[in-house]
């Protein structure tokens, strides 16, 4: 909002604010005073110094304007540069908007004293005037705020998918990038994560799903790629049941900041075998789709996670398990398998639950002996 009275302001107002002018620096003062007790302000680590400057040159522009001796576009480049900084030193928008609007009573008696007694009516009728240059202010310093958020925005996109590439496509094994991605994209260096991506033309289901889960969860988008990165520790058993139903790419958990590449690669990979709408595609179930000999590495990721629960039990259950689930492959057959271990077949079924709940794989379904072949292969257990 601009000033459109042709006029300039009144030769009451003029006088006020150019009496104003003349005593600057103690209104600077003043006006620092006020602010240091507002809620975000008085938080902020803005230097006294930079608040005084500030104010200062504020003041002066806008009381330039109302005496006539400024131009409106001059306080528009100020105000919208205070805007700019603030938002750069992180003040909040609404203890930004509380700060510049005590601007008003704060400048409307500063000039009242300034004001002789037989003009104050005068005075009174020019409160527009005076209200219309501060909200001139109020509103510039708000567009100067909002502007150099989008461009933090664009710049924090940029280099956020700046790391992502390095860290994810290029697989670049440096602990500073691992540090200071982790630092930009909120992770930490030793978590657990889940890579989830969309399958192609499946980008709304995918954002619907994520959005189900945890609406303020950052989307990313690397090389026509939708995906996003999921806490372990932050997934219940309902979020788990939302992926398995949504038309994703589900890799294995990766452990730390130097899986990710693998798992990236991965669930973009499991992304484009999506049966359809309603099914997620996981490495347990679509491995055998995967080309030959072409994800060593996630196997031995995927072991190491999947199989650390058999391998956590004492020894001799683990050789208790192992040899129930290779004899079960071998023969197809749980009577024979607990005639060839002499054992009764409860026995073995009970074994076979046991080893299903620790490691999530069925010896009975071939998919899943076949997968546990693998696993079991990169572990170096397949004997």
Known sequence: MHIEDSAGPSVVIRQAAEACLSGLPGLADSYVQELSSLTGYSESNIPREDLHRTAATALKNMLGVLAGSADSGGL?????????????QGVPLDSLLRAVRLDFP??????RVQVPAASQAAFADEVVSVWDTIETHVSNVQAGYIAELADMNRELETEQTYLLRRLLVAAVDDPGLHSHAAAQLGLTLTGRYLVVAAGPGYGPEFRSAVRAIDPRIRLHSLDGAEFVLFEDAALTAAHRNVLAAAPVGVAPFAVGMEQLSVMWKLATRLARLVPGDGTAATFAGQWPLLPDGQFAEELRIAASGQLDGLFSQPEQDVDYLLQTAFRLMSTGSVSKTASALFCHRNTILNRLRRFTALTGLDPTLPDDAGLLRLLLAARGRLS
Not at 76 to 88: L, W
Not at 106 to 111: G, K, P, S
């Open 106 to 111: 704060f400048l409307w008696q500063a000039m």
């Open 76 to 88: 528009q480049a100020v105000s919208e540069n205070i805007g700019r900084r603030r938002a750069r």
